[in-house]
């Protein structure tokens, strides 16, 4: 019973270890993301009360090397009917990393991440 036991653990083991260089050898080969650096998506829908404080606090880890991997924060907005959308717009317009986007759009920049 002992040996049964064992066998089948080697087995699990086994097949695991070779979906885990599967999934490696798929994310490596397959997608557009690069290595040097992190992209923050945010998707918001009528966040107009928060989404300004949130933004900020992250630009400034951005700015000032807290978070010396984040390369830039792309905001999804999610068809918000508030203010969220134009908050999110002004502070665009102050700083280059943060993007704002609908969530195709969203998608197709990171399709685009390798290009860029």
Not at 5 to 17: E, H, K, R, S
Request: glycine share 4%; with cysteine; charged share 30%.
């Amino acid at each position: 019973m002992e040996f049964l036991v064992n066998a089948i653990f080697w087995v699990l083991a086994i097949y695991g270890f070779f979906e885990i260089i599967k999934n490696i050898i798929y994310i490596s080969s397959y997608t557009k993301f690069q290595s040097d650096g992190i992209y923050l998506i945010i998707a918001v829908k009528n966040q107009e009360e928060k989404i300004e404080g949130f933004l900020r606090s992250s630009l400034f880890k951005i700015l000032y090397g807290k978070e010396e991997y984040l390369k830039n924060i792309i905001v999804a907005d999610l068809k918000s009917t508030d203010k969220t959308k134009e908050i999110v717009k002004k502070l665009q317009g102050e700083y280059d990393c943060l993007k704002v986007t609908n969530w195709k759009e969203c998608k197709d920049i990171m399709d685009n991440v390798n290009e860029s």
